[in-house]
């Protein structure tokens, strides 16, 4: 079902869009050849028990003996999504995904500094309860100085992005968004992953509409004012397909092997056009 959000529900998610993209920001310094991967982890457990933001992704059921298990997912080179952070000593060149969601709670209600973030079943509990103001965004890390081939796709991704909420218009449709991101990314002779795609967001952390990253301009749904959204394009320097892999977790990488890169935005729909919830900045510029 599609929930449209009211102006109270957009501010209160901005709340939260703020705080996760303070994250994104400081690992902008973190991130750089040297850093053991699980600090990251471990810096965003911190920052939600500091500042008492619920991590939403430690204890989702995907329906595994056990939910997962991480405040993020930490994708590495050709790992498209939902990897595990692990002991992984970070190199230079290597292309870093970190994706996040955090709920917005009141400290009366519910303690974040208390919970014990290594029992999945317990915050299973919480998670599934949890129908509050919420932000998801993924950002992409050039560890050191960058290659050619990174750098292009970083840029490529970023402007896919940017170009697919620039459509996010009361009155366009779902396929307006996706045929922005398809035209660009295959214009520079990448593909676009199309099993995962962007989502609705509130109340909880995955609602419809689904929102491909690849479609036909005129089709699919109308865009209301009040929808709240993600786009976050995976975007490979080869072909588009993808495959399970296990050896680090519960996720994706190209079929291909080639390198993947993803950056994820969510956005309130409003009458003047796409507001950013998650933003870092001055888009564009970061």
Request: with cysteine.
């Amino acid at each position: 079902m599609i929930t449209l959000k009211s102006e109270h529900d957009i501010e209160q998610m901005k709340i939260a869009g703020d705080f996760l993209a303070s994250i994104h920001i400081a690992l902008r310094e973190m991130i750089k050849p040297g850093l053991d991967m699980w600090e990251i982890e471990e810096y965003v457990r911190k920052r939600c028990k500091e500042d008492n933001f619920l991590p939403l992704q430690i204890g989702v059921d995907e329906g595994y003996v056990n939910p997962f298990p991480y405040a993020t997912c930490c994708c590495l080179n050709d790992e498209v999504a939902h990897a595990f952070p692990r002991h992984y000593i970070l190199k230079e060149g290597d292309l870093l995904k970190v994706d996040m969601v955090h709920g917005l709670v009141s400290k009366d209600e519910l303690d974040v500094s208390k919970l014990d973030f290594n029992d999945g079943m317990a915050m299973k509990k919480h998670i599934e309860a949890f129908r509050g103001a919420l932000a998801d965004s993924c950002w992409a890390y050039a560890v050191g100085t960058p290659t050619d081939e990174v750098k292009n796709l970083m840029d490529v991704t970023r402007e896919c992005l940017y170009r697919g909420i620039a459509e996010a218009k009361v009155g366009n449709r779902l396929g307006d968004i996706g045929a922005a991101i398809q035209e660009y990314a295959e214009s520079k002779g990448y593909g676009v992953v199309r099993d995962l795609v962007g989502h609705g967001v509130g109340p909880t952390m995955h609602e419809d509409p689904l929102v491909p990253h690849y479609g036909v301009r005129g089709k699919g749904l109308r865009l209301r004012e009040g929808m709240v959204l993600t786009i976050e394009p995976m975007i490979n320097t080869g072909d588009w397909e993808i495959t399970n892999d296990h050896t680090h977790g519960r996720g994706y990488v190209t079929a291909d092997g080639s390198l993947s890169c993803q950056y994820e935005h969510q956005f309130a729909v409003t009458a003047e056009g796409p507001v950013i919830l998650t933003s870092q900045g001055e888009e564009g510029t970061y």
